[in-house]
């Protein structure tokens, strides 16, 4: 059973409310300020069953020009589009602006209703045909069928329903997969229900008890009560249905037009990149253009920023960047009317190509060019644009939520397209994409980072590890950028450009073998450290040592810290201890203290290993921080949880 939604469109006082009234049976016009004025000011709904069971939802808006706002609103979400027009008034202002917006929002089918019928004669009904026709001709209803019809004595009301079965059966309906959204278009309170907020789903499915969240700067989570279709309690509803939802934890304070409701919490967005299409005549828009945007019952001050083009005038078409005065929700392939800054021209409007682009301040040949392709080949290629503004690998599910779509939307995208440029990987954080540019640059990067820890590191047969790399190449830690990463080390291993030693890599030629007389200069420092026993190591004597032997400074630092890397020093506060004494002294120590719930002072330590009293000290403090001991005042007992050393 499909879901669709006709949305009427037209002057004002041309018969629209009167005649969906005289299909379905339902009075939209339920204000009281409507009923006194005779005109249609708020949205109005109804709905025409089907023969399949299925039903359309029918949208009333207003015709009168001081309701454009609205009639954009309940326009946003239609399938279909039944433009009325008055036999006895002909094509007005109204009439050109709401078609003009029809199809700004891209709505390419509809049915044309000459109401009023009966009130003039057929010669003259011919003549205001054939002007419809002219007024047709250009546009996206220019093989629409027209009907005379009449709400007063019911003439051509079953043609008409014949045309509008028609348009339900060769509708290609909805899909219920992606992002559940909808505008809110009214709320209000109803006893033993309490908020109950209404809506056309543009996207997804919502189920009864879900949880939706109400997108604001502080998001709230509300739990669904109740959903109500076309005044029909149901159990789901989705993309193309009327909905009624009565939500547990909202209030009607913290609800503002223009709000939506979603299934999960979206990205909201100040900036967005667009395609406009400029409709109203003798208008043209300079590099900056200030506007008020309408998408959804969304409506925000915004400032237009032409990108490949200087100026725009009536019948041309740009890409945009927009500036919003307040963050707004919006998802790719959203369609968009813009009006003057006072609200009493329509201007044109557009598709949304990017919900989160980085901030354009030039405009350089290469953003010209991507946001065309965008503009042209749409989700693919806005998938690798996002790739490149991230400048490391994403997960379809972190793509998604950048995207504000949906993770099976982009799994389906790569899994039955190739997206140019991109390829997949398979993580354990799920599927993962990165741009072929950058995995070219980043293995060059690879191997630079190899060599560079090399000669930083000449003492050491081990090359640079995993977290090492990652920090050199500035990447975030993630489970899926390590994988993607691990790929590339392991295709540049199998090729012979790496090689891997103890899950470290080195370059392929390089053996990790360290120069002879550098080692002879380590085993010296080393020796050094060793012959000092249980006296601590005075530096004066390191430094003679090292002169004697000309190894320099900054060569005698990489050295010493080689070897505390290597685990043959200990370094504890600014000294040095071989760790064959430290070994030594830590199984005295256990051996004393085993079965010694006393414990053992310094002095007495100190006698145990025949040390000085600084080392004494030095050993431990770091027998302490390694949680072999612990102090209680002038005693160290042994840990009961000592590792057995």
């Known amino acids: 059973m499909k879901h669709l939604i006709m949305g009427t469109a037209g002057h004002v006082d041309h018969g629209k409310t009167a005649l969906i009234k005289a299909l379905t049976g339902i009075e939209c016009d339920t204000h009281k300020e409507e009923k006194a004025r005779g005109i249609t000011i708020h949205l109005g709904f109804a709905c025409l069953n089907m023969p399949d069971g299925g039903k359309i939802g029918i949208i009333d808006v207003p015709g009168h020009s001081d309701f454009i706002h609205t009639m954009v609103s309940g326009a946003s979400g239609i399938d279909f589009v039944l433009l009325v027009i008055a036999a006895d008034s002909g094509v007005m202002p109204q009439t050109r602006e709401h ?169 909201s967005t100040i900036l967005a990149d667009a395609t406009l299409q400029i409709h109203a005549d003798k208008c043209k828009l300079g590099l900056w253009s200030k506007v008020v945007f309408h998408t959804g019952t969304c409506e925000q001050q915004a400032r237009i920023h032409l990108i490949n083009s200087n100026k725009l005038a009536c019948g041309e078409a740009a890409i945009v960047q927009i500036h919003f005065d307040n963050p707004v929700y919006l998802q790719h392939g959203d369609r968009f009317v813009i009006r003057n800054s006072s609200c009493d021209l329509t201007i044109g409007g557009g598709e949304i190509i990017d919900a989160a682009p980085l901030h354009h301040r030039r405009r350089p040949e290469k953003l010209v060019n991507e946001l065309e392709l965008v503009a042209k080949n749409k989700l693919h290629e806005l998938v690798a644009l996002e790739l490149k503004k991230a400048r490391t690998p994403l997960t379809t599910g972190e793509v998604a939520r950048n995207l504000n779509v949906s993770g099976s939307k982009i799994l389906k995208l790569i899994e039955t397209k190739t997206v140019k440029g991109v390829l997949r990987f398979d993580t354990r954080e799920g599927p993962a994409l990165a741009l072929q540019s950058w995995l070219d640059a980043i293995r060059t990067d690879i191997i630079t980072a190899v060599g560079d820890y090399r000669k930083r590191n000449p003492l050491s047969a081990k090359g640079i590890n995993l977290d090492e790399l990652r920090s050199t190449l500035k990447l975030e830690k993630s489970g899926a950028t390590d994988d993607v990463l691990l790929a590339v080390v392991n295709g540049l291993v199998e090729k012979s450009r790496l090689r891997e030693n103890a899950k470290t890599w080195l370059a392929g030629d390089d053996n990790g073998a360290v120069d002879t007389r550098l080692a002879r200069k380590v085993e010296l420092i080393e020796n050094f450290f060793s012959s000092c026993g249980r006296q601590a190591p005075l530096p004066n004597q390191l430094k003679e040592l090292a002169d004697r032997e000309k190894i320099a400074e900054k060569e005698l630092k990489a050295i010493v810290h080689h070897l505390v890397s290597s685990g043959r020093i200990v370094k504890a506060e600014d000294t040095y201890i071989h760790v064959r004494i430290v070994d030594e002294c830590r199984k005295k120590l256990i051996e004393r203290l085993s079965g010694n719930s006393e414990g053992i002072k310094v002095a007495d330590f100190r006698d145990l290993i025949n040390g000085n009293r600084k080392i004494c000290l030095l050993l431990l403090a770091h027998f302490d921080a390694e949680g072999t001991t612990l102090r209680h005042g002038d005693f160290r007992i042994l840990k009961p949880s000592a590792p057995a050393k």
Request: aromatic share 4%; with cysteine.
């Open 99 to 267: 078609l003009q917006i029809m199809e700004i929002l891209g709505i390419t089918r509809g049915i044309v209703a000459l109401t009023k019928s009966d009130l003039i004669e057929d010669d003259l009904l011919e003549i205001c045909e054939i002007d419809i026709r002219e007024l047709l001709e250009k546009s996206m209803l220019k093989d629409a069928p027209l009907i005379r019809v009449s709400a007063k004595t019911g003439q051509g009301l079953e043609e008409l329903k014949t045309a509008i079965s028609k348009m339900y059966t060769t509708s290609p309906g909805r899909s219920s997969e992606g992002v559940f959204r909808m505008y809110v278009d009214r709320i209000f309170s109803k006893s033993g229900f309490g908020t109950i907020v209404t809506g056309t789903v543009i996207g997804g499915h919502l189920e009864k008890e879900g949880e939706v969240v109400l997108l604001s700067e502080n998001p709230k989570k509300l739990r669904v009560r109740r959903i109500e279709r076309h005044g029909e309690e149901v159990a789901s509803v989705q993309a193309g249905d009327r909905a009624s939802i009565n939500l547990v934890g909202l209030e009607r304070s913290d609800f503002a037009r223009g709000m939506v409701i979603s299934d999960r919490e979206l990205k």
